[in-house]
Nanobody, 127 residues
Framework: QVQLVESGGGLVQAGGSLRLSCAAS????????MGWFRQAPGKERQFVAA????????YYADSVKGRFTASRDSAKNTVYLQMNSLKPEDTAVYYC????????????????????WGQGTQVTVSS
């Protein structure tokens, strides 16, 4: 029903920036929430950021607050994650996901809340 395609990952030096994109298709997203998660080798999948589609309200993990910015472009059915001041600890596979029936702010930080996931894009930050 919903397909998500991520792009924009790559290799960057510490202190650099990357902009991830997630293009969605298959459904309208007026009532959904979009989440960004990441998973490093040997680690659990971790909440990064979320954005409500309609209002554009954003929520961030403490570890990325002030460095990462989530946004959306309704005309393109695309959400973005602008990542600045990158650190080696940010190295992970980054995933976007859609929650078609968002309930609470807290639930938006939980990976099990989301209905569909992208394939992931690798972000590597060198020292």
């Amino acid at each position: 029903q919903v397909q998500l395609v991520e792009s924009g990952g790559g290799l960057v030096q510490a202190g650099g920036s990357l902009r991830l994109s997630c293009a969605a298709s298959g459904r309208t997203f007026s009532s959904s929430a979009m989440g960004w998660f990441r998973q490093a080798p040997g680690k659990e999948r971790q909440f990064v950021a979320a954005i409500s589609w309609t209002a554009g309200n954003t929520y961030y993990a403490d570890s990325v607050k002030g460095r990462f910015t989530a946004s959306r472009d309704s005309a393109k059915n695309t959400v973005y994650l602008q990542m600045n001041s990158l650190k080696p600890e940010d190295t992970a596979v980054y995933y976007c996901a859609v929650d078609l029936r968002p309930s609470t702010i807290t639930s938006m930080t939980v990976s099990g809340t989301y209905d569909y996931w992208g394939q992931g894009t690798q972000v590597t930050v060198s020292s």
